[in-house]
T-cell receptor, first 117, second 115 residues
Framework: GENVEQHPSTLSVQEGDSAVIKCTYS??????FPWYKQELGKRPQLIID?????GEKKDQRIAVTLNKTAKHFSLHITETQPEDSAVYFC????????????????FGTGTLLAVQP | DSGVTQTPKHLITATGQRVTLRCSPR?????VYWYQQSLDQGLQFLIQ???????AKGNILERFSAQQFPDLHSELNLSSLELGDSALYFC??????????????FGAGTRLSVL
């Protein structure tokens, strides 16, 4: 069945260091991979996403890489700041071009990132 | 603010009861998704509606049902509530137009406590 594994479950870094979170998906038909940041008690907020026709995407201090062959994708945060502390979720979707039919997100189990000042 | 509105924010009820959670998608979005977030299960997809029709189903219990109305708002009905149904319930919406897949924007959630 559809499954997304996420590691590590917790990650503690010093301010200014880099953080890397890794995910593996099982459904080879997945073609859309968003990352969400969730602060305690708040809604998940999209921070970056990547589609399967792209191997890497960067937005300021955040980057995502995708290895379709290995079915791996990773989130990289550089120059971490205390406000980056939150739970990060990866997700995979079998989005269908031509209509929003089955874009359900299968989420990883989350990574609690703590950035120590 | 994502533009997705969920009501109520909090709901406290007893076992065996029935509740309705409401979601208004972003203006123009045709797809509505429901997710359940509990401590031990993470974020789980429940069900998706697209322009009034059910499009995808996850591990949604038979005690749970949903619908999307002509004005595109959606309701999630939870009945015969059990302690284990206590969770955060999120609604998300996306455009559902050609050129997908599309970003899903999440509402603030409804926190359900079953006592």
């Amino acid at each position: 069945g559809e499954n997304v594994e996420q590691h590590p479950s917790t990650l503690s870094v010093q301010e200014g260091d880099s953080a890397v979170i890794k995910c593996t998906y099982s459904d080879s038909a997945s073609n859309y991979f968003p990352w969400y940041k969730q602060e305690l008690g708040k809604r998940p907020q999209l921070i970056i996403d990547i589609r399967s026709n792209v191997g890497e995407k960067k937005d300021q201090r955040i980057a995502v890489t995708l290895n379709k062959t290995a079915k791996h994708f990773s989130l990289h945060i550089t120059e971490t700041q205390p406000e980056d502390s939150a739970v990060y979720f990866c997700a995979a979707s079998r989005g269908r071009v031509g209509g929003g039919a089955t874009n359900k997100l299968i989420f990883g189990t989350g990574t609690l990132l703590a950035v120590q000042p | 603010d994502s533009g997705v509105t969920q009501t109520p924010k909090h709901l406290i009820t007893a076992t065996g009861q029935r509740v309705t959670l409401r979601c208004s998608p972003r203006s123009g979005d045709l797809s509505v998704y429901w997710y359940q977030q509990s401590l031990d299960q993470g974020l789980q997809f429940l069900i998706q509606y697209y322009n009034g029709e059910e499009r995808a189903k996850g591990n949604i219990l038979e005690r749970f049902s949903a619908q999307q109305f002509p004005d595109l708002h959606s309701e999630l009905n939870l009945s015969s509530l059990e302690l284990g149904d206590s969770a955060l319930y999120f609604c998300a919406s996306s455009p559902g137009l050609a050129g997908g897949p599309h970003i899903q924007y999440f509402g603030a959630g409804t926190r359900l406590s079953v006592l």
